[in-house]
């Protein structure tokens, strides 16, 4: 059976991945293509005025937490070549989980119960920095969950093999530069097979390999559940 459908079976299981309403009155949907002016124009490699930037998103909206970029196609990879921009070969650009753009030191839960598969501190620019993925089990099947740009404090604590219980804090959302040098939020992604991969994943893909991508990585709102993003 495919995850997707899967985790749609079992949707009414899942707990929240962060301490907040998804679909509350503080929360909007931010886009981070090359259709919006502010982040097209913008000189992303300075992550302080990335959050700037995002920060005038937000307030446009009257909210202080953003959502959005699964498969969205982003203009702003380009700020790093850990991406692949300016080499022959095709560039990764479509983003493969959600963003929950959010305060650093926001605590990270475990959405099911979970067993930590892996952890690295992908510490590259634009990367995740620490990097926590889950491995959970629906009807005999294993899947995994992989959040991306987290705190270093309590990362750094984590083992390998240690259990969670579903709604356990684990992590926070991290600062940067630690956290890969992005300002502050939260990649959450799906993935169905890791591949042999241990504490990473890409979380960008070529647009090219859009369909090869979303068989292994489906859409992580069918656990956040967000209604901006349905």
Sequence with gaps: MPLASLLLRHQAEFGPVLPVDLNGPAVTRLDLTDRNPLVAHADLRDTAAFEVVVNAMLAAKNATIGVGGYLENRVIYQRS???GPGQAEEARSLHLGIDVWIAAGTPVLAPLPARIH????????????PTV??????????????????SRKEWTVLRVGQQLEQG??????GPYPENGDWPPHLHFQLIADLQGRVGDFP?????SERAIWTALCPDPNLVLQCQLLG
């Design 133 to 150: 993925i889950l491995e959970h089990e629906f009807d005999g099947t294993p899947f995994y969950s992989l959040y991306g740009h987290l």
């Design 168 to 173: 356990q804090a684990f992590a926070t959302v």
């Design 203 to 207: 979380g960008v893909a070529r647009p």
């Design 81 to 83: 070549q850990h991406f």
């Design 118 to 129: 892996s952890l690295a501190d992908n510490a590259g620019f634009g990367d995740y920095g």
